[in-house]
DNA sequence: CGCAACATTGACAACTCTCAACCAATGTGG
DNA sequence: CCACATTGGTTGAGAGTTGTCAATGTTGCG
């Protein structure tokens, strides 16, 4: 609670509390306590870096409002994109126990990021156990994405693993409240989605082209619309649960 | 300290303080605690589901010698492995704050595992935080293997790929502690690598010949060595570092 | 207007898959 | 001891998916 930063009292920190508990359930004090953390907000232009490769961070960044992604760049220069992250999200929360960076996070839409001190987040953790097993938890549901991916990566084919990936954004949208009712609109290029499904630009058009005469998308300039959720989570085999969005499930003793 | 649960203190986890070692330095205290762990042992034969999809474990297990996979089912009846786990391992520690499994835990080899209850992992994190941080710290590494996984099967063809999961599992052996010398010895089916790296059984086959070809490995029925760590290094571009495995870098505050 | 970034297209090459055999090692029952 | 089944490795041929290259639209913006 120091001078100049802001107290998440004031609401900014509302995404975070929104998503952790949509892992976890809070007593009125841990809520209390998780919004009264200190955190210094800053805006951020599209495409730019906010933690690199390498780097040893002493804050942990709160996505607040627009999307994030974290990626690693191959030996020729090629970007791989290994995660999207929504508001809500604390894209490098691992890094509270793994000192260095091995990957890039960076703002992909123009951004606002809200960063807490590791050292107000360890005093959490010491503070209210229970609260540090939503968090722990948190970076273990990211784990659990990212085992999805593998899945998706190494045993679809682009058609289906963009329909899984369009699935997954929704479900993940739609937990923290945002997503506009069915369609979800992602201003996301068609280069960055390659990037992440690792495909080639101009395949991903193509795939985006044969979605889209399969009338399960719409998408104009760089929006993609969904039109058909159930049509895509088949194509997709998308089954949520590895998600684990809910709430009143908990492992932690009683 | 049942009656019927072995004690660790008998020096079966080991292998479970030897890698908890590789990602964090432990007091005498604390590694005195995790050896006194309660901790029954259990042979597996080869292919046995341990935990399957679906289900809520109230313990976590240890590898304490042979391989472990992970994978999932897919629609088709399709099976991915989604990763290999080497004595020391805790594959299902996400299970600690994640109730039900997304996925399949397995005997690959033949395997002795060590089942910990979550009540004494729980008791032990309350008492020992730095515990609890190496601990969580076990998971983070999972997950940042889980990244480079992603990497791999979306941006490497299937020979750089293969190079890849052998310096891995290479440098995974060694840190702790096995590993003879120079050349491994990986007990694994060209199905399950197939499975794992997300090609078919055909191109597994092709690619395996393609690397003995150029002098990289030797394979004699189902054992992989290697024989040029530094070629496939270069093929695979494997840069250790998202291991994690450095004893004396820590986050956690002093 | 003209640049810059992104989307789209066509043609061709490369990678990987599937299918369908066949071979080799191992283990079991007769 | 051999016949046989089973598992896993190997091979060839043809097809399908995806990548690359290069060019052409299209859109937004200074």
Redesign the interface.
């Known amino acids: 609670m120091g001078i100049r930063v802001l107290l998440g009292r004031e609401s900014r920190n509302v995404p975070l509390l929104r998503r952790v508990e949509t892992v976890a359930a809070l007593s009125a004090e841990e809520r209390e306590a998780l919004l009264r953390v200190p955190m210094s907000v800053r805006d951020l232009p599209p495409r730019t870096d906010i933690l690199c490769e390498g780097e040893?961070p002493e804050t942990c960044c709160v996505v607040l409002s627009g999307y994030a992604i974290?990626y690693?760049i191959?030996?020729e220069g090629?970007r791989?994109i290994?995660?999207f992250h929504v508001p809500g999200d604390i894209p490098d929360l691992?890094?509270?126990?793994?000192?260095?960076m091995?990957?890039t996070l960076a703002s992909l839409t123009g951004m606002t990021a809200g960063l807490i001190a590791?050292?107000d987040l360890?005093d959490l953790?010491?503070r209210y156990?229970r609260l540090?097993?939503a968090l722990?938890?948190l970076?273990?549901?990211?784990?659990?994405v990212?085992?999805?991916?593998?899945?998706n990566?190494?045993?679809r084919d682009a058609l289906s693993r963009t329909a899984h990936f369009l699935c997954e954004m929704h479900t993940r949208l739609a937990s923290v409240g945002l997503g506009n009712g069915d369609a979800i609109e992602l201003p996301i290029s068609q280069t960055d989605l390659a990037d992440?499904?690792?495909v080639s630009a101009v395949h991903m058009n193509r795939t985006l082209q044969e979605l889209r005469a399969r009338k399960l998308i719409e998408s104009n300039g760089r929006m993609i619309m969904a039109r058909d959720w159930s049509a895509l989570a088949a194509l997709g085999?998308f089954d949520p649960?590895?998600l684990?969005i809910t709430p009143h499930?908990?492992?932690?003793?009683a």
Do not use: C, M
Not at 139 to 144: C, E, F, G, K
């Open positions: 040893r974290r690693k191959g030996a090629d791989h290994i995660a691992q890094s509270l126990h793994l000192a260095v091995d990957h590791h050292r360890h953790n010491l156990p540090a097993g722990w938890r970076t273990l549901v990211d784990a659990a990212f085992r999805e991916w593998i899945v990566l190494g045993h992440a499904l690792g085999e649960a590895y684990h499930e908990r492992a932690d003793p």
